[in-house]
């Protein structure tokens, strides 16, 4: 169970989300219940995936934007 937070590859997700410019806050408090409870990384990738769909909204939202100008 210890082990699938344990490999780089999660610890490099887990860092990257829990840096706080680029993540919400929620994200951060899942990742901080992720590491105190050691879960799988099951929930981990759902959370990733959702964060990633909001950023790629925003980048489109963003360059809608600059086309209206």
Same mark, same amino acid.
């Given at each position: &169970?210890?082990? #699938? ?7 490099? &997700?887990?860092? #990257? ?16 219940? #992720? ?10 990738? &759902? ?5 990633? #769909? ?16």
């Amino acid at each position: &169970m210890t082990q #699938l937070l344990m490999t780089p590859r999660h610890q490099k &997700m887990i860092h #990257l989300l829990m840096h706080p410019m680029k993540r919400s806050l929620q994200v951060q408090r899942t990742v901080g219940i #992720l590491q105190r409870k050691w879960m799988t990384i099951q929930p981990m990738r &759902m959370v990733l995936r959702s964060e990633r #769909l909001k950023v790629m909204m925003m980048r489109k939202r963003r360059r809608r934007k600059r086309r209206l100008k």
